[in-house]
């Protein structure tokens, strides 16, 4: 139950709701290998999810006006045991796509979950999940660099918490939001964006995969050679050839020449749009988003209630590195990561090692957007 003050939303939260998506929220199960002391851990994530006032804040929406009530109470971490189960790997799959099927209700909460599994061998599962009112993908990146730092002393984080979302209270966003309309950058970028998107068509792409093969999953295309020459001279780097082939996937999809795709990154997305002229190459295409992105990263976005984007039928970004190795004693890797689509696509590329790891989720081809980053690289 919520004891705080009533508050407003921010700009982004409100954004949040005119979305309107059936599920805003987002997650990440990470696996812990080597040792570990399941007790600490867990003290040391409670008391990290403890110093996420944001985290801590039911929303009322039948109001006259939406707001939120910080000081719902602190929950989680559950601990889970997988280990003695016959098919451990499937029954943590099991309750995830339940949990993921659950829908996060903003006026009771909590609007996060935690979940450790206890895995055969020692191993460890932490799975997580926030509803994009209360966090984004950078503050749930923090919260592990945070859990991670307590860990190695059993006790408090030899540091103070980031001020950042989502441990600063709900009034600090707040009144930043305050400053910035109240600035000359709040009508700059208003009219940035407006020009931009002025007269954007309305117009979906049609749901797939289209092809007999279906979607095949994560897919790896080299990242060497021709396309890090690529994202080299995009002035974007690997976003600017990722975006481009979004650009050519829509347009191969829906036939239409001015295409809007959004791109991904620090937990918001913006829009890119571009005009697909059949004499256009690829390397033109890439050279054009990278303009866009470094002229666009001068403005904050600010969607507009009546604007032409609603939702994101096409939308992709290059996956942020946990930047978590180790936690104590035991290695720490990301094996899966979700995003509410909001029945688009959205595609995200783990750029490491020298390759390029494709995840499309929601209704996409993932087989012919593998043929338009080959035929791109071999161009």
């Not at 305050?178 to 309305?202: C, I, K, N, T, V």
């Not at 939702?311 to 180790?326: D, F, I, N, T």
């Amino acid at each position: 139950m919520s004891t705080g003050e009533v508050l407003p939303l921010t700009y982004d939260q409100l954004a949040v709701l005119r979305a309107d998506l059936p599920d805003a929220s987002f997650g990440q199960y990470l696996e812990l290998e080597g040792p570990l002391d399941e007790d600490r851990f867990c003290r040391v994530l409670q008391q990290t999810l403890a110093e996420c006032h944001g985290l801590h804040t039911t929303f009322v929406l039948d109001g006259p006006e939406p707001a939120q009530v910080a000081g719902a109470a602190v929950t989680g971490p559950d601990v889970l045991d997988a280990a003695a189960s016959d098919d451990p790997g499937r029954l943590v799959t099991t309750w995830i796509d339940h949990e993921l099927n659950r829908a996060m209700d903003p006026g009771t909460g909590p609007l996060y979950v935690h979940v450790l599994f206890r895995l055969p061998h020692g191993r460890y599962g932490w799975f997580q999940r926030y509803h994009r009112l209360v966090n984004d993908e950078p503050g749930m990146t923090a919260i592990v660099r945070r859990t991670a730092e307590a860990y190695e002393t059993g006790e408090a984080a030899p540091t103070s918490p980031p001020e950042s979302r989502p441990f600063v209270p709900p009034s600090v966003p707040l009144t930043s939001d305050a400053r910035y309309r109240e600035s000359d950058s709040w009508a700059d970028d208003r009219r940035y964006w407006e020009h931009l998107l002025a007269g954007a068509p309305r117009h979906e792409t049609p749901p797939g995969p289209a092809s007999e093969e279906g979607n095949p999953g994560p897919f790896t295309i080299p990242a060497d050679g021709a396309l890090v020459r690529l994202a080299r001279r995009s002035g974007g780097g690997s976003a600017a050839v990722l975006l481009a082939a979004l650009a050519v996937y829509r347009h191969s999809r829906t036939g239409v020449e001015d295409v809007l795709v959004g791109h991904r990154s620090h937990g918001s997305t913006t829009p890119v749009r571009l005009s697909l002229a059949p004499q256009l190459t690829f390397d033109a295409l890439t050279r054009n988003v990278g303009l866009q992105l470094r002229r666009s990263r001068r403005h904050r976005f600010l969607a507009s209630a009546d604007g032409p984007v609603e939702s994101w039928p096409v939308a992709g970004g290059m996956r942020e590195h946990l930047g978590v190795e180790r936690i104590g004693e035991g290695a720490v890797a990301v094996v899966k990561r979700w995003d509410s689509t909001g029945g688009g696509v959205f595609v995200e590329v783990d750029d490491r090692d020298g390759s390029w790891t494709v995840d499309v989720h929601g209704p996409g081809d993932a087989q012919r957007l593998a043929h338009i980053l080959d035929a791109a690289v071999a161009a």
